[in-house]
Each structure stands twice: as structure tokens, then as C-alpha cells.
């Protein structure tokens, strides 16, 4: 029987409501202050950068505390299957928020921001954060899941620079893209040997055996399909960055060339 807190349940009901309030009232706000692009953006945009603004803001919060609880969570670290998950907690119960007003929002302007793979990854992710904020299961596997988080402005900027009209290859979105493709790649592929290895570990032990079938299969279900899909987006990622790169490299070439010939 899941036994949710009712801090935790505070905390994701907060994250609901802030996240519903910067998608509907302080992005916008925000948004016209800093850039005059975002009045000129049409109704379907404006929808989109909105929902990016609130994924950029909630990955800047939530990537922070799971480095934090990774570095200075003796408890977690020590037992990553049953270590005391208090901070956790509060870290997944943010998240939980956030992804559930997420999918509200794709759910009420699918034509705009509609996405099956996003809807997957969300649901994929609240099923495996069930256990970790109802039973306390699983908080360094479920914590280390947000690290992925870090890659996530990046890939919200990208989006910012292209609906801004700036070029693909003027310098501020080269910079971005490459940063985007490095981070996205630490944090979401370089890091998964090192989590499976971690999960392996914990195959046969007692503690293993005390999660039962259910929480076993939403683990490693969750997880190996959130890793598919972050491999398939890392292709996507690595070849737009060399479409780039090497057009780049094309078009300098090319301007050399006739700078010689002239």
C-alpha cells in the first residue's frame, strides 16, 4: 500500500500550480522583457515557448538538487535501493508536478505542442517515480534520472534561436548546438554505464528481493525506455549538429578558395 507524505504531496501540488502559473502568466511576462521577438510570435508559438520556458526553468531547479543530493547524500549513495529517500523525495515530488501539469498542457494544445514521444517519456517517468514517492524505493536510481535535466535548456534554447529567426549558422545557435550535443550527451548516454552497472549490482541481493515484481518491472522498464528514446535523440542531436558543423567548414572552405582566386 503506497504511502504518500503529505509533504510530498504538497510539494508536486506547488509544482503543479507553479508550473500552470509561468505557462499561463509569467512567461509571458518575462518573455517581453527580454526579448521583443516574443510579441511577434503567432498563437501556436507563443503556446510552445511558453511550455519550453517552464521546462527550461523546472530543469534549472531540479538538475541543481540532484547534483546536490549525488554529491552530499551519504544515505542515498551508500543504500540506492532503500537509503533514506527524504530528499528524494522532495526532488521526484517536483518533478511529479511538473510533469503532470506537462501533460495537461499537451493533452488541452496538442495541435501545438503535441508529442507521443513526450507523453511516453512523461508517463514512463510518474510509473517509475510511484514507487520511489509512495514506498521510498529506489532514490538514488530515481534521483539519478534527473541528470538528464541539464541538456534540457540547451535543447529549449535551440528552439528559442530558430522561432527568433536567428540563422542556423550564426554564432550564438553554433554555440548552443554544440554545447547542447556535448551536455545531452554526458548526462544522458555517458552516463549509462555507469547507472546499469549500479543497477546490476543490486540483482540478488536482499534488498532487490524486498521491491517485489511490480517495482522491479516498473525500474528497469522505465528506465530502458527512457534510454531508448534518449539514444534515439542523441542521433537526431549529433546529426543536426554535424549538418551544421560541416556546412560551416563547406562555406569557409569555399570563401577561402576565391579569396585565393582572386
Excluded at 528559442?160 to 548552443?176: A, I
Excluded at 550535443?181 to 554526458?186: K, L
Amino acid at each position: 500500500m503506497p504511502n504518500f507524505s503529505p509533504l510530498t504531496l504538497c510539494i508536486s501540488a506547488t509544482s503543479f500550480a507553479i508550473s500552470q502559473f509561468l505557462f499561463h502568466v509569467g512567461s509571458c511576462r518575462l518573455s517581453t522583457r527580454f526579448t521583443c521577438g516574443f510579441t511577434k510570435l503567432n498563437a501556436k508559438q507563443k503556446i510552445e515557448w511558453n511550455s519550453r520556458t517552464v521546462s527550461t526553468i523546472h530543469a534549472a531547479v531540479v538538475g541543481c538538487f540532484c547534483l546536490y543530493i549525488l554529491v552530499y547524500d551519504d544515505a542515498v549513495n551508500k543504500d540506492p535501493v532503500w537509503g533514506n529517500p527524504f530528499m528524494v523525495k522532495l526532488n521526484v515530488a517536483i518533478t511529479s508536478g511538473y510533469l503532470i501539469s506537462d501533460l495537461l498542457l499537451i493533452i488541452c494544445y496538442w495541435k501545438a505542442i503535441g508529442d507521443k514521444y513526450f507523453v511516453t517519456h512523461h508517463v514512463a517517468a510518474l510509473y517509475a517515480y510511484y514507487y520511489v514517492l509512495g514506498e521510498g524505493m529506489l532514490p538514488y536510481f530515481g534521483n539519478f534520472r534527473l541528470l538528464a535535466e541539464f541538456s534540457t535548456p540547451f535543447v529549449n534554447q535551440r528552439w528559442f534561436f530558430e522561432v527568433l529567426g536567428y540563422p542556423k549558422h550564426s554564432l550564438p545557435n553554433m554555440v548552443n548546438g554544440v554545447l547542447m550535443t556535448v551536455v545531452f550527451f554526458i548526462v544522458r548516454i555517458a552516463v549509462i554505464p555507469t547507472y546499469y552497472t549500479r543497477v546490476f549490482s543490486t540483482f540478488g541481493t536482499e534488498a532487490f528481493h524486498r521491491l517485489g515484481l511490480g517495482a522491479q518491472c516498473a525500474w528497469i522498464i522505465s528506465s530502458v525506455s527512457l534510454d531508448i528514446m534518449n539514444v534515439m535523440w542523441m542521433m537526431k542531436i549529433t546529426k543536426g549538429c554535424y549538418k551544421v558543423l560541416y556546412h560551416t567548414d563547406g562555406v569557409l572552405t569555399k570563401t577561402q578558395k576565391n579569396g585565393k582566386a582572386e
